[in-house]
């Protein structure tokens, strides 16, 4: 990761939004029992990256949270939250069918799996990371910047097959008060600890 992060809490996110320089992926109408997490994003870049976190239910109804990144290209933060060693996307992206697709701000974005070991430690030290690490990632373009999406644990990956509407939080005005809101995600402040 190029630059680090700022942490912002969920309570703090509707009075912080304005001073973010990239769109904050939110989804919306919000999903029956999800709810926001924080905010993290880089600050004073030419090239500024966001990501939200949000605390869900998989299709099964097993807890799950999912970070949704938006950076420029280069940004390093969705790698770096994937856990590759890349400052973007590996080559799979765009080849073949997409895995899934979102709306993201009134536009359908295809997204694809992206394989790779997981290098970041676990927030459960004790926990053996799965096949592919213990996240599962998507990545596609979105507003021409790149959308990253990493589930928690992998095995509720398969909640990106679900419909799901994203839009810039900066366009929610007044809604942004009306977020359900969780806890503070343990992963954005580990990440914003571990930045260089």
């Given at each position: 990761m190029h630059s680090p992060l700022t942490v912002?809490?969920?309570h703090d996110m509707a009075a912080n939004v304005g001073r973010v320089g990239a769109p904050l992926w939110t989804p919306w109408p919000m999903p029956d029992g999800w709810a926001c997490a924080g905010f993290a994003h880089t600050a004073g870049t030419a090239r500024p990256s966001t990501v939200t976190s949000w605390n869900a239910q998989d299709p099964f109804g097993d807890p799950t949270e999912i970070l949704f990144v938006c950076e420029e290209a280069g940004g390093g933060v969705g790698a770096y939250l994937a856990g590759l060693p890349l400052g973007y996307p590996t080559a799979g992206v765009g080849v073949g069918p997409p895995h899934a697709r979102f709306d993201v701000a009134g536009h359908v974005v295809s997204l694809w799996a992206i394989d790779g070991e997981a290098t970041l430690p676990s927030l459960?030290?004790?926990?053996?990371?799965?096949?592919?690490?213990?996240?599962a990632v998507y990545a596609g373009e979105a507003a021409g910047r790149?959308?990253?999406?990493?589930?928690?644990?992998?095995?509720?990956?398969?909640?990106?097959i679900q419909p799901l509407s994203l839009v810039d939080a900066h366009t929610l005005g007044a809604e942004l008060t009306l977020l359900p809101l969780s806890e503070m995600s343990p992963r954005l402040v580990?990440?914003?600890a571990g930045g260089p």
């Amino acid at each position: 990761m190029h630059s680090p992060l700022t942490v912002v809490g969920p309570h703090d996110m509707a009075a912080n939004v304005g001073r973010v320089g990239a769109p904050l992926w939110t989804p919306w109408p919000m999903p029956d029992g999800w709810a926001c997490a924080g905010f993290a994003h880089t600050a004073g870049t030419a090239r500024p990256s966001t990501v939200t976190s949000w605390n869900a239910q998989d299709p099964f109804g097993d807890p799950t949270e999912i970070l949704f990144v938006c950076e420029e290209a280069g940004g390093g933060v969705g790698a770096y939250l994937a856990g590759l060693p890349l400052g973007y996307p590996t080559a799979g992206v765009g080849v073949g069918p997409p895995h899934a697709r979102f709306d993201v701000a009134g536009h359908v974005v295809s997204l694809w799996a992206i394989d790779g070991e997981a290098t970041l430690p676990s927030l459960d030290e004790t926990e053996a990371p799965l096949v592919g690490g213990d996240r599962a990632v998507y990545a596609g373009e979105a507003a021409g910047r790149w959308l990253w999406v990493i589930v928690y644990p992998a095995e509720a990956g398969v909640i990106v097959i679900q419909p799901l509407s994203l839009v810039d939080a900066h366009t929610l005005g007044a809604e942004l008060t009306l977020l359900p809101l969780s806890e503070m995600s343990p992963r954005l402040v580990l990440a914003a600890a571990g930045g260089p």
